[in-house]
Structure formats: structure tokens, C-alpha cells
């Protein structure tokens, strides 16, 4: 069983940047992909980035390539987000989710966190 607690998110203005974290536990996170994703209003759910916690790269939605980047602390099994020149477009819910090795779906979820971007 794998736990995720996310923090961070919040009101910024446009330009501004914000850091999403998402604590793993559970199990060994090397065995993990950890993906962030996001639901604004009235829209699906996408997959913004994502990174495997055994090695690799990672990937980027294309709106977000260049702003946003997903990184690790493998010694608190802790993955970020960093958001840099929001966008009012960016204003949505944001999960981290977990999948583990092996698997074809992220099947663990954290509660999701706000991000809005409004001056």
C-alpha cells in the first residue's frame, strides 16, 4: 500500500511560482513512478508531468515544458514540482499519484492541492 501527502499550492499572481511536494511511503520508492496531474473546472484530468523513481527521465505535458520541472529526494522519498512563470491556465487541482512498477495505471492518489493563478 503506498500513502502520498502532497503540500503546497495556493493563490500567486501570473509570472509567479509555486512548489508542489508529494511524500511517498509505503513502499520502496525506487519502485515507483511518481506523476503530477491537474483538473481544472469543466475539464479532464491531465498528466502534467511525471518521473520513475528508479532512474530515467522525465516527461512533460507540452504547456508545461520549459516551466515546470519534477524532481526527487530520494533520502525523504519526497518528489516535487516546481511551477515557475504561471499562467492563468495553470489554475487547477493538482494530484501526485503513484504507479507502481509493473503496472499500467497510477493506482494510488493524494488529496489534491490548489493552485490558482489570478492578479
Known amino acids: 500500500q503506498v500513502q502520498l501527502v502532497e503540500s503546497g499550492g495556493g493563490l500567486v499572481q501570473p509570472g509567479g511560482s509555486l512548489r508542489l511536494s508529494c511524500a511517498a511511503s509505503g513502499v520502496p520508492s525506487s519502485l515507483l513512478t511518481i506523476g503530477w496531474f491537474r483538473q481544472a473546472p469543466g475539464k479532464e484530468r491531465e498528466l502534467v508531468a511525471a518521473?520513475?523513481?528508479?532512474?530515467?527521465?522525465?516527461y512533460y505535458e507540452d504547456s508545461v515544458k520549459g516551466r515546470f520541472t519534477i524532481s526527487r529526494d530520494k533520502y525523504r522519498s519526497t518528489v516535487y514540482l516546481q511551477m515557475n512563470s504561471l499562467k492563468p491556465e495553470d489554475t487547477a487541482v493538482y494530484y501526485c499519484?503513484?504507479?507502481?512498477?509493473?503496472?499500467?495505471?497510477?493506482?494510488?492518489w493524494g488529496q489534491g492541492t490548489q493552485v490558482a493563478v489570478s492578479s
Open positions: 518521473l520513475y523513481l528508479g532512474g530515467g527521465s522525465a
Open positions: 499519484a503513484a504507479k507502481p512498477r509493473g503496472e499500467a495505471n497510477y493506482s494510488y
